[in-house]
């Protein structure tokens, strides 16, 4: 059984110990607590050098202490405070660094409230047990052979054919039914490379669809989005050592995930609001009646001071926009506004609660939308953003490196 | 069984009970009473509880009443060497007992720190004093400047003897 | 004879103390004990469950930690029934309810702005200290309504509740 050792406070007073343990169960994983005396609990504190005031993150100090230490031999460490407790938040990344500067053991945090549940604990409990018992398939930095990768969302499919180390090929197409989409994208992947979907060496899939069509296909790889979406980015992005964030603004939702050495440690997910999500800007095009594609560069030239929005919200906010260009305002401008407001409410929303690590890898359909991407940028004060190529196919191209390494279906 | 740490307990009725208490016996290490004398003790009293054995003292569980008549007995037996202290979790509860869950339970530290100084707590309740407390207050102005100018004056006799004795040895 | 409230609210000298002179500890056990002999809540080890925190909104605001509001929903209503309180600063907290910095901190401020007798005293480094802190304590406790029970225990050493003794005032 995989031991994943919790270094955490206050799970037990938000009430939320059981779902922790439930979803690190469900993955074939027990939660462990590194046991260690109160002599050992001071002198690892002082050494650690962190004043902490509540006596719990000391004891959460010290049980880091004890895992780089090895008195305790875990296989993998679940880090997690409250949150918004800011004393919380400043041991937990620093004692996330701490562990994996010094070891490799893998790592996730997250930062909770008593409304947690097992289920959205899930996938990073899935990501953590799968970086232990897949650790040699995740350190893969090339791909080999002619692999397929299958990402199936809830609102689009993308196939991604590789040959090695480089994209022949790729489809995309709305997800209806998932089998009959998937051969969609997998067609327009093979088309005018001349290879079949026998000829394939391996296939991996991910997404929400990723069970139903790695059955069908009878894929080698089925693994969930984080990982693979995690090891795409930072391999498309050449940022496959040190640390990286990949940012997902999705059609209807968002993904943050940070990265260390190609593995993800910690991810949100927020899909609460259209107006923090691609669809606000799908609106913007078609009041604006400019096509989607057209949307980024017109952003560009715009200033997003000239067309203020007094609301984040689809509705009052799209309004603002319409008044705007009622009063004469550009479409420029207007379209400046309009990725503004929604890089601004991802960050309120979402990019708080992680510890932003530069580069910025922004993935998806929207990181082709460069007025977007501009935004987000400013709005975390100008740091690097990359948009690699074939960003928006970036789980299917993480699924087809991953695949190859698995071995050839055909030998 | 897997070192789960949240167990679902399989408690018997008197787990369950809320009227059922538990208390930990802890022995300052000058009491004049062993582990195994208060666990007789307690056995002689002959009251309906669960006795237990353990490296601090004691524990017991049972209805509140007895506990507390058990208690009341029990400091007869060294009121400056026995303290008691209620537990939440019966004894052996497997969400708590070391023996199903990695790492001490939350309570553990505190106790270890506080029964360091159980002796001196004894020693100050066998000798009570008229104690008085003083609020220390912050010096006067006028008090700050004079231990100021004091001790800049002691530093420039310093410095002027330092410069005499290098004068010298020229 | 009151009852009074203690912090650190698990403490044992202080529980220990009180009792002695007769007088009712609001210590944190007692609510645990009510907590986990819940048959009806499954959600071990303490039975907190997501209600408790929103429980604890009676003193934190939501835009407080849920670690805070989920031990202040223990805590808090032993301050509430708290008619007089010691409180012991740089005490060494353990790490399970008083393991947090801002609810200890919560929970003293609540203490203090209560309109009841309040003893606070610093924790002791050596014989003399402790000397001193026990004797400022029981003189404390002598001084409460219903306080100045002997050390030997008898009569009202584990009076019945207080409550009783009050109801009749």
Same mark, same amino acid.
């Given at each position: +059984?995989?031991?994943?050792a919790?270094?955490?406070?206050?799970?037990?007073?938000s009430?939320?110990?059981?779902? !922790?343990?439930?979803?690190?169960l469900?993955?074939?994983?027990?939660?462990?607590?590194?046991?260690i005396?109160?002599?050992?609990?001071?002198?690892?504190?002082?050494?650690?050098?962190?004043?902490?005031?509540?006596s719990?993150?000391?004891?959460?100090i010290?049980r880091?202490?004890? @895992?780089?230490e090895?008195?305790?031999?875990?296989?993998a460490?679940?880090?997690?405070?409250?949150?918004?407790c800011a004393?919380g938040?400043?041991?937990?990344?620093?004692?996330?660094r701490?562990?994996?500067?010094?070891?490799?053991?893998p790592?996730v945090?997250y930062s909770?409230t008593e409304?947690?549940?097992?289920d959205?604990?899930?996938?990073?409990?899935?990501?953590?047990?799968t970086? &232990?018992?897949?650790?040699?398939i995740?350190?893969?930095e090339?791909?080999?052979?002619?692999?397929?990768?299958l990402?199936s969302g809830s609102t689009?499919?993308? %196939?991604v054919l590789?040959?090695?180390?480089?994209? @022949?090929?790729?489809?995309?197409? *709305?997800?209806?039914?998932i089998?009959e989409?998937?051969?969609?994208?997998a067609?327009?992947?093979?088309?005018?490379?001349?290879y079949?979907?026998?000829?394939?060496?391996?296939i991996?899939?991910t997404g929400?669809?990723r069970?139903?069509?790695?059955?069908?296909?009878?894929?080698?790889?089925?693994?969930?989005?984080?990982?693979v979406n995690?090891?795409?980015?930072?391999?498309l992005a050449?940022?496959?050592k040190?640390?990286?964030?990949?940012?997902?603004i999705?059609?209807?939702?968002?993904?943050?995930?940070?990265?260390n050495?190609?593995?993800?440690?910690?991810?949100?997910?927020?899909?609460?609001?259209?107006g923090?999500?691609?669809r606000f800007?799908?609106?913007?095009?078609?009041?604006?009646?400019?096509?989607?594609?057209?949307?980024g560069p017109?952003?560009?030239?715009?200033?997003?001071?000239?067309?203020?929005?007094h609301s984040?919200?689809i #509705?009052?906010?799209?309004?603002?926009?319409?008044?705007t260009?009622?009063?004469?305002?550009?479409?420029?401008?207007?379209? %400046?506004?309009?990725?503004?407001s929604?890089?601004?409410?991802?960050y309120?929303?979402?990019?708080?609660?992680?510890?932003?690590?530069?580069?910025? !890898?922004?993935?998806?359909?929207t990181?082709?939308?460069?007025?977007?991407?501009?935004?987000?940028?400013?709005?975390?004060?100008?740091?690097?953003?990359?948009?690699p190529?074939?960003?928006?196919?970036?789980?299917?191209v993480?699924?087809?490196?991953?695949?190859?390494?698995m071995?050839?279906?055909?030998? | 069984?897997?070192?789960?740490?949240?167990?679902?307990?399989?408690?018997?009725?008197?787990?369950?009970?809320?009227?059922v208490?538990?208390? +930990?016996i802890?022995? *300052?290490?000058?009491?004049?009473?062993?582990?195994?004398? #208060?666990?007789?003790?307690?056995?002689?009293?002959?009251?309906?509880?669960t006795?237990?054995?353990?490296?601090?003292?004691a524990?017991i569980?049972?209805?509140?009443?007895?506990?507390?008549?058990?208690i009341k007995?029990?400091?007869k037996?060294?009121?400056?060497?026995?303290?008691?202290k209620?537990?939440?979790?019966?004894?052996?509860?497997?969400?708590?007992?070391r023996?199903h869950?990695?790492?001490?339970r939350?309570?553990f530290?505190?106790?270890?720190?506080?029964?360091?100084?159980?002796?001196?707590?004894?020693?100050?309740?066998?000798?009570?004093?008229?104690?008085?407390?003083?609020?220390?207050?912050? #010096?006067?102005?006028?008090?700050?400047?004079e231990?100021?100018?004091s001790?800049?004056?002691?530093?420039?006799?310093?410095?002027?003897?330092?410069?005499?004795?290098?004068?010298?040895?020229? | 004879? &009151?009852k009074?409230a203690?912090?650190?609210?698990?403490?044992?000298?202080l529980?220990?103390l009180i009792?002695r002179?007769?007088?009712?500890?609001?210590?944190?056990?007692?609510?645990?004990?009510?907590?986990?002999?819940?048959?009806?809540i499954?959600?071990?080890?303490?039975?907190?469950?997501?209600?408790?925190?929103i429980?604890?909104?009676?003193?934190?605001?939501i835009?407080?930690?849920?670690?805070?509001?989920?031990?202040?929903?223990?805590?808090?209503?032993?301050?509430d029934a708290?008619e007089?309180?010691?409180?012991?600063?740089?005490?060494?907290?353990g790490?399970?309810?008083?393991?947090?910095?801002?609810?200890?901190e919560?929970? @003293?401020?609540?203490?203090?702005?209560?309109?009841i007798?309040?003893?606070?005293? #610093?924790?002791?480094?050596?014989?003399?200290?402790? +000397?001193l +802190? &026990?004797?400022?304590?029981?003189?404390?406790l002598?001084?409460?309504?219903?306080g100045g029970?002997?050390?030997?225990?008898e009569?009202?050493?584990?009076?019945?509740?207080?409550?009783?003794?009050?109801?009749?005032?």
């Open positions: +059984m995989v031991q994943i919790l270094v955490s406070c206050g799970t037990e007073y009430g939320i110990q059981k779902e !922790i343990e439930k979803a690190a469900k993955f074939g994983a027990e939660i462990i607590l590194p046991e005396d109160l002599d050992y609990i001071n002198e690892a504190y002082e050494k650690f050098g962190f004043s902490a005031q509540s719990s993150l000391k004891l959460m010290a880091a202490m004890s @895992i780089v090895g008195k305790c031999k875990p296989d460490v679940f880090i997690a405070t409250c949150f918004r004393e938040a400043l041991v937990r990344n620093e004692v996330r701490f562990i994996q500067n010094n070891t490799r053991i790592v945090t909770f409304r947690t549940k097992a959205e604990l899930f996938i990073r409990m899935e990501a953590l047990a970086t &232990v018992t897949r650790r040699s995740l350190a893969r090339k791909q080999e052979g002619l692999t397929l990768g990402d689009t499919t993308k %196939a590789m040959e090695n180390n480089k994209v @022949i090929g790729t489809g995309w197409t *709305s997800t209806k039914d089998i989409s998937a051969q969609t994208a067609a327009e992947a093979f088309e005018g490379t001349g079949k979907w026998e000829d394939v060496d391996g991996g899939t929400y669809g069970f139903t069509m790695g059955q069908e296909f009878g894929a080698e790889l089925i693994q969930e989005e984080l990982s995690a090891k795409g980015a930072v391999y050449d940022c496959q040190g640390e990286a964030t990949v940012l997902d999705g059609g209807m939702d968002n993904k943050v995930i940070t990265v050495n190609g593995i993800p440690d910690n991810f949100t997910m927020g899909g609460i609001c259209a923090a999500s691609g800007l799908d609106m913007t095009s078609r009041r604006l009646d400019v096509d989607i594609t057209e949307l017109l952003a560009v030239q715009g200033d997003w001071r000239k067309a203020m929005l984040y919200c #509705v009052f906010g799209i309004q603002d926009l319409v008044t260009l009622a009063a004469g305002g550009s479409k420029a401008d207007v379209a %400046a506004a309009a990725c503004h929604v890089s601004e409410q991802v309120e929303q979402q990019l708080q609660e992680i510890d932003i690590r530069e580069p910025l !890898i922004q993935v998806g359909g990181s082709l939308i460069s007025g977007l991407v501009e935004a987000v940028s400013e709005t975390l004060g100008g740091i690097e953003v990359i948009v190529e074939y960003s928006q196919h970036i789980g299917a993480g699924a087809a490196l991953l695949v190859s390494g071995g050839n279906r055909h030998e | 069984m897997p070192a789960n740490l949240c167990i679902t307990p399989d408690l018997g009725k008197e787990d369950m009970d809320p009227e208490s538990t208390r +930990m802890i022995l *300052s290490s000058k009491a004049n009473v062993s582990e195994s004398e #208060v666990v007789n003790f307690l056995h002689m009293l002959n009251l309906p509880l006795i237990k054995w353990t490296c601090y003292g524990m569980s049972g209805k509140d009443k007895y506990v507390k008549q058990a007995e029990l400091r037996l060294d009121p400056y060497g026995i303290f008691t209620e537990r939440g979790f019966a004894p052996g509860d497997p969400r708590r007992c023996g869950r990695y790492g001490p939350e309570g530290h505190q106790m270890e720190k506080e029964f360091r100084i159980l002796d001196y707590v004894g020693e100050a309740l066998r000798n009570p004093r008229e104690v008085e407390i003083e609020k220390k207050e912050p #010096v006067s102005v006028d008090y700050f400047k231990a100021l100018e001790s800049f004056k002691e530093e420039s006799n310093n410095s002027s003897d330092e410069n005499k004795s290098e004068d010298d040895k020229e | 004879m &009151v009074v203690i912090y650190p609210p698990n403490s044992l000298i529980a220990d009792e002179k007769g007088h009712t500890p609001l210590a944190l056990q007692k609510q645990i004990r009510q907590k986990i002999k819940d048959p009806e499954d959600s071990p080890p303490m039975n907190i469950t997501e209600e408790d925190p429980k604890g909104l009676k003193y934190a605001a835009e407080v930690p849920s670690g805070v509001r989920g031990r202040m929903s223990i805590i808090g209503p032993l301050i708290a007089a309180a010691i409180i012991v600063d740089g005490a060494p907290f790490f399970g309810c008083v393991g947090c910095a801002r609810t200890n919560l929970s @003293i401020f609540c203490l203090r702005k209560k309109d007798p309040v003893l606070e005293v #610093v924790y002791p480094s050596d014989e003399d200290e402790t +000397m +802190m &026990v004797n400022q304590i029981m003189d404390f002598d001084s409460l309504p219903g029970g002997d050390l030997e225990g009569g009202n050493v584990l009076g019945e509740s207080s409550e009783e003794n009050l109801g009749g005032q």
